[in-house]
């Protein structure tokens, strides 16, 4: 099946700091999106992205389904950015893959 | 506007009991997902129904049976709980298979 790889795992920032996360897939997906989970195991969703910009406040993400990854810009981090980032893939047979996430901790 | 709700959302059970989650959405979608989450991992899917009446398996089915009862609701059903089910399981729905998932809050199980 479609591999997803999230990197770095884990991510150490201070208040302020600008970061960028990647996603990367072995296959051609159909959609891709991003998940945010708060310390209380929440998942919320950030964006719904299989290709292109998007941008919502400060976060951002951008999608280049031919080259295969996702990156998921987060400026001006905030303490409660921290949790877990999730990328999820679809394919054809409409199946979900998620990544193993990416760990980030913002430290006032 | 509840969105995906789930119940419980904590159960303990001992080894062999049975027991059924339960997840309904408000949002007239026509798929529904069950995952799991274990520590330090993303999430994996048991099953879904890409609309009312179907069922398919997902990466890590066995253990689970799985009934969508209407559009609205999908039970996941655990017949002889194991250690190893110990997890904790997230419901999810979308307009289309390959649509925006949203989820549930999360069910946490222990099995002893």
């Known amino acids: 099946g479609i591999q997803v790889e999230q990197s770095p795992p884990d991510l150490i920032l201070q208040e302020g700091a600008n970061s960028t996360l990647r996603c990367n897939f072995s296959?051609?997906?159909?959609?891709l999106q991003w998940f945010h989970q708060n310390p209380w195991g929440q998942l919320i969703n950030l964006f719904y992205?299989?290709?292109g910009t998007k941008q919502n406040g400060r976060l951002s993400a951008t999608t280049v389904a031919t080259e295969r990854y996702s990156l998921l810009y987060i400026s001006s981090s905030q303490t409660t950015d921290s949790g877990v980032y999730f990328c999820?893939?679809?394919?054809?047979?409409?199946?979900?893959?998620f990544g193993d996430g990416t760990t980030l901790t913002v430290k006032p | 506007n509840a969105g995906v709700t789930q119940t419980p959302k904590f159960q303990v059970l001992k080894t062999g009991q049975s027991m059924t989650l339960q997840c309904a959405q408000d949002?007239?979608?026509?798929?529904m997902y069950w995952y799991r989450q274990d520590p330090g991992m993303g999430l994996r899917l048991i099953y879904y129904?890409?609309?009312?009446?179907?069922?398919d398996k997902g990466e890590v089915p066995n253990g689970y049976n799985v009934s969508r009862l209407n559009k609205r609701e999908f039970s996941l059903r655990l017949e002889s709980a194991a250690p190893s089910q110990t997890s904790v399981y997230f419901c999810?729905?979308?307009?289309?298979?390959?649509?925006?998932?949203?989820f549930g809050e999360g069910s946490r199980l222990t099995v002893l």
């Open positions: 999810a729905s979308s307009v289309l298979t390959t649509g925006e998932l949203f």
């Open positions: 296959d051609s997906v159909n959609n």
């Open positions: 992205i299989p290709s």
């Open positions: 999820a893939v679809w394919t054809n047979a409409g199946k979900s893959t």
């Open positions: 949002m007239n979608h026509n798929s």
């Open positions: 129904s890409a609309s009312e009446g179907t069922t």
